[in-house]
């Protein structure tokens, strides 16, 4: 008005406004990437469901920045003009305050139906299709208009649950008389919970649906063992270095080792042109029994091991006869002029029942201890051991590797895992829960820049308020409320929302849900946004609730 007053005109005092809003973005564009610069250099130190980063990585892509620098203040100016039509600014500043239309639904339940519409027209997604075949931006536009369309839906959402309230204790009644007032404010801060709270259930949901190909039972048990050490040569003076080198690191806890090398039967090849085979597996007693059900056993003892399956326990019983000879030596298939070494098996070896190893799978063949057979007298062996770690113990498994390592350059040390995770699904998955997590502190910090002009704007209000009486603790929880009654409002509908796009977006990978709770750590995280938001605005509030906020100039 003051404008309008010294001359400008309607038009001038809009060019003027978007002028300002243009300088102020401009502004928060070098403030933002300042800030970036600054934070950069402490990205190293936070920790985020046990994944960090180092500075260097914290790169933007440069097609990205260039669209955030354009963005941003074009959308800062587009923004007050448009919402400079709906203002009349007159030179004296007369104002009349009429009274607002109330939105309308049915076009705002348009805009996220037409998504799912796209979404269920652009057909199945087949793991077999090629690239070209998936039509990528009937996806992305049908997933964007669903999730601009719950934006949307979030102000007369919140305009028609505040309308209904009536009643209530004193802060219940100045929040929702507030709301009522000011409902699009309110809805505008929200609906960026909204949609990213219901893009990122959607996109949990389709990753649960596919938690099972990506993750493999191996069977494998991490309760007697969490380190498995093998070699492809084999001797005894290894195996029992190892496990002497092994038992003796920090950390370790338990320690067995084997010998293995496959052994044939003498006498050429049988009927179906095969010479019978099977393997040798030498270890102390404590080895054996965790590889085979054992009565008693002393060095110099030996043993049969069956698996369990007829077939494959027949096979073994035409090596591993007791009383009779088996090469121990080359295979003469192999080895053309190879003189066979024989061993003997004695008569009274019993046969066991073999049982899984740490790593989940059975041994059968001839079970020996040290003092049955000369280990020299193998051909070709390989050795393996099982390492069980003390779980106080930090980086016990670091200390194993470094000791394989000192031993021979050529040990391999494998991980023994119960359930076995696709390192890229679990990255992505992680990614989600990390990029949700990141934008809803970002909206906590806007909603709380956002309440806090609010409380400067209201200050005589609130000033007002307190010279007639109001306790402070009422209108700490009017802000409360206030805060609280939009993000319910816009959790549920994202959640709801969430919950439809998922489903359909599962669907459209040919999957069935499997987590329809995806939405609880979300909904635990936008409650404790509001409640980090309200501490917040406190000191501020009883700031501007002082009796020198009636002053005015």
């Known amino acids: 008005a003051a404008l309008r007053l010294v001359g400008a005109s309607a038009r001038s005092v809009r060019r003027i406004a978007a002028g300002e809003a243009l300088f102020g973005a401009l502004l928060g564009l070098v403030a933002g990437a300042v800030l970036f610069l600054l934070l950069r250099e402490l990205v190293g130190v936070v920790d985020l469901t046990n ?37 009349a600014i007159e030179p004296l500043g007369v104002v009349r ?21 796209i979404l269920l027209l652009s057909g199945r997604i087949d793991a077999d299709m090629g690239n070209d075949a998936v039509n990528v931006t009937a996806i992305a536009v049908g997933s964007a208009l669903a999730l601009i369309g719950l934006s949307a839906l979030l102000p007369w959402l919140v305009e028609a649950a505040v309308g209904r309230l009536r009643g209530g204790p004193v802060p219940w009644q100045l929040a929702v008389r507030r709301l009522q007032l000011t409902s699009g404010t309110a809805s505008r801060a929200v609906s960026g919970i909204t949609v990213a709270v219901a893009g990122a259930v959607a996109l949990q949901m389709m990753f649960a649906s596919m938690h099972d190909e990506f993750n493999q039972i191996t069977g494998q048990d991490p309760t007697r063992a969490q380190l498995t050490v093998h070699s492809m ?39 179906d042109g095969m010479t019978p085979t099977t393997e040798l597996t030498i270890g102390t007693c404590a080895t054996l029994r965790e590889l085979a059900e054992l009565r008693s056993c002393e060095d110099g003892d030996t043993f049969v091991s069956h698996t369990g399956s007829r077939e494959q326990n027949d096979w073994v019983d035409t090596t591993a006869r007791p009383g009779k000879p088996v090469n121990v030596g080359p295979d003469p298939d192999f080895n053309k002029g190879a003189k066979p070494v024989l061993w003997t098996l004695p008569k009274d070896t019993p046969t066991v029942q073999a049982r899984r190893n740490p790593s989940g799978t059975k041994f059968d ?44 350059p050529f040990l391999g040390v494998d991980s023994l895992k119960a359930v076995d995770r696709d390192k890229q699904y679990a990255s992505i998955a992680r990614g989600l829960q990390i990029g949700a997590s990141v934008t809803m502190a970002l909206i906590a910090a806007s909603m709380l820049v956002s309440l806090m002009e609010q ?56 999957k069935s849900v499997t987590d329809w709770w995806s939405f609880i750590p979300l909904t635990g995280a936008g409650a404790a946004m509001v409640a980090a938001v309200t501490l917040l605005s406190l000191p501020p509030l009883r700031r501007m609730m002082r009796p020198d906020g009636l002053r005015t100039e």
């Open 97 to 117: 305050g009429g009274k607002q239309r109330k939105r309308r639904l049915w076009w705002r339940l348009v805009v996220p139906a037409a998504g799912i519409a």
């Open 455 to 510: 409380l400067r704007e209201r200050k005589r209000l609130l000033a007002a308020l307190t010279a007639f009486g109001t306790r402070r603790s009422s209108m700490a929880w009017s802000l409360l409320w206030q805060t609280a009654i939009p993000v319910a409002l816009g959790l549920a509908l994202a959640i709801a929302g969430g919950l439809g796009l998922g489903v359909v977006m599962t669907r459209m990978i040919g």
């Open 365 to 408: 063949g001839i079970f020996a201890t040290p003092g049955a057979v000369d280990i020299k007298m193998l051909d070709d062996a390989s050795t393996s051991s099982w390492v069980k770690l003390d779980p106080n113990t930090p980086d016990a498994d670091e200390h194993v590797r470094n000791a394989a390592a000192r031993i021979s």
């Open 233 to 271: 040569t084999g001797d005894g003076p290894l195996a029992q270095r190892m496990i002497d080198d092994f038992a003796g690191t920090e950390g370790v806890t338990k320690v067995i080792g084997t010998v293995q090398a496959y052994v044939t039967r003498p006498g050429g090849k049988n009927a």
């Open 51 to 87: 994944v960090s980063a180092y500075p260097s990585d914290m790169v933007p892509a440069p097609g990205l920045v260039a669209l955030v620098v354009v963005a941003v203040p074009v959308s800062a100016v587009l923004v007050t003009l448009i919402s400079l039509r709906s203002v």
